[in-house]
């Protein structure tokens, strides 16, 4: 560790400050109202994983239902009031921050790979304490948040405590395992937007809680990418190829399975090419980021039709890929 920290150059510092943190956002465009959207600056804040949940806590104690109701599901006029979306957007602006500034600082530290097997393993106290708060202002969401908080722990987060800890997964259980979280977000969601509760607490809720199944997607795929370092790093690790030729196949499959538009296309060809450029694996982990947030923020990925096709489907043909090289 100590000769890690030599070579990069890493303040312990800033390792330390890492460590504290277990929370990721990969989006800055947040629902503020269902027919507009803010999209946030980008700017580091000091703050904690606490201050963090506190911030989106009090986001939504602070927004009043009557108004919510009102100036959200009233006439077009009360919609585009802009009052509406001044009265929360400093606190929301700066919790998403807040957020952001962890997944900036591990941009900066380049953490090794041992960083990213501690995170995933965090993921399922993270989610569980961000449910807990928000279920003591909301009581009406507890048979919700508890399906959420039993599916995550006990179907997907069982192999984040075991094999992944261990560096025993292989492709197949990183790819299950993206499948059964995806699965899992999308019908809480669906659940959340067609309730009752839903309509009461706004889409501000919504709002929060789709944050947090972007977070448990975005930390699984990153799972999925940390396995092919390890195959690297030990011949016996049964996994597939190298980042730089998977990663590229992946998205090119994506976007002919998909008919993905030309602007998304693009994205994807830069990000091929950017892979290629890149000489040390865990710089990977940033730039893979960087090509799922804009992913997520174009909507490029119609995450259900995905999941239901594309695992089966391309898994035999990754292999056979990695066979040929």
């Not at 927004?63 to 929301?92: H, R, W």
């Not at 919504?206 to 977070?215: A, K, V």
């Not at 049964?238 to 980042?243: K, S, T």
Request: glycine share 2%.
């Amino acid at each position: 560790m100590a000769e890690n920290l030599q070579k990069r150059k890493i303040k312990k510092s800033q390792i330390s400050h890492c460590d504290r943190f277990g929370f990721i956002l990969p989006t800055v465009e947040v629902d503020v109202c269902s027919s507009y959207h803010i999209t946030f600056e980008r700017r580091l804040v000091n703050s904690n994983l606490d201050q963090v949940i506190e911030k989106f806590v009090n986001l939504v104690r602070e927004y009043p239902i009557e108004k919510a109701q009102n100036d959200l599901f009233g006439d077009i006029g009360d919609i585009n009031n802009a009052e509406c979306y001044n009265m929360t957007s400093d606190v929301l602006s700066e919790a998403l921050n807040m957020v952001r500034n962890f997944r900036e600082s591990c941009c900066r530290v380049r953490a090794p790979i041992q960083r990213w097997n501690v995170e995933v393993s965090k993921l399922a106290n993270d989610s569980n304490y961000l449910n807990q708060k928000l279920r003591e202002q909301y009581p009406e969401f507890q048979e919700l948040y508890y399906v959420c908080r039993r599916d995550i722990r006990d179907q997907a987060f069982f192999l984040a405590r075991t094999k992944f800890h261990k560096n025993m997964a292989t492709h197949e259980d990183m790819m299950n395992t993206l499948g059964c979280i995806i699965d899992i977000c999308d019908r809480l969601k669906e659940e959340i937007e067609g309730s009752v509760v839903f309509v009461n607490h706004s889409d501000r809720m919504t709002g929060i809680l789709s944050r947090l199944f972007e977070y448990i997607r975005f930390i699984t795929l990153k799972a999925d990418f940390k396995c092919n370092r390890e195959a690297q790093l030990n011949s016996n690790y049964r996994c597939y190829d190298g980042p730089h030729r998977r990663i590229k196949v992946f998205y090119k499959n994506v976007v002919e399975e998909m008919n993905i538009q030309p602007n998304a296309d693009e994205i994807l060809l830069n990000a091929s090419k950017l892979l290629f450029t890149l000489n040390k694996v865990d710089r990977n982990i940033q730039v893979i980021s960087g090509v799922l947030e804009e992913a997520y923020k174009s909507s490029l990925f119609p995450v259900q039709q995905w999941i239901n096709g594309y695992i089966e489907k391309k898994q035999a043909s990754l292999i056979e890929v990695a066979d040929e090289e």
